[in-house]
């Protein structure tokens, strides 16, 4: 049996935190019969929505922004956007990191970055907010 056979593949983990977050627990750790280490932790917040790997992030709005939030959990990794650079609906704004597997934070609108909220390389969890977009109107 081969190592990807052997730990949960992305939306086993998305299911597991969906479930960890409905029963207000804040991680489990798998371990493989290799003894390869699997760490699944919620942010705090629900765990609504399924992992975004190619839709856009999960955004919410406010009086002229839109909060991009973290579609799942793991280290971020920020695409370095110049300051007020055009994106596009679906643009790949960042990437989060978990061990062997990277996800893409992508653009829930046509806009501009107006801040990146997440220091690159920390760890942010599921829904938190990791940039500011100024939606194209």
Not at 69 to 74: L, T, V
Request: glycine fraction near 10%; include cysteine.
């Amino acid at each position: 049996m081969n190592k990807a056979d052997e730990m949960p593949g992305a939306d086993a983990i998305a299911q597991i935190a969906d479930w960890l977050a409905e029963a207000g627990l804040d991680s489990i750790e798998i371990v493989s019969p290799d003894g390869d280490r699997l760490r699944i932790g919620v942010g705090g917040g629900s765990a609504q929505g399924d992992i975004a790997t190619q839709s856009p992030a999960k955004a919410e709005e406010t009086q002229d922004t839109v909060l991009v939030e973290s579609p799942y959990f793991g280290r971020f990794a920020p695409i370095d956007w110049p300051h007020g650079a055009p994106v596009a609906k679906g643009a790949l704004l960042g990437m989060l990191e978990l061990d062997m597997i990277s996800l893409p934070i992508l653009a829930p609108c046509d806009g501009h970055v107006a801040e990146t909220l997440a220091k690159p390389s920390s760890l942010v969890g599921y829904g938190e907010s990791v940039f500011r977009l100024v939606p194209k109107h």
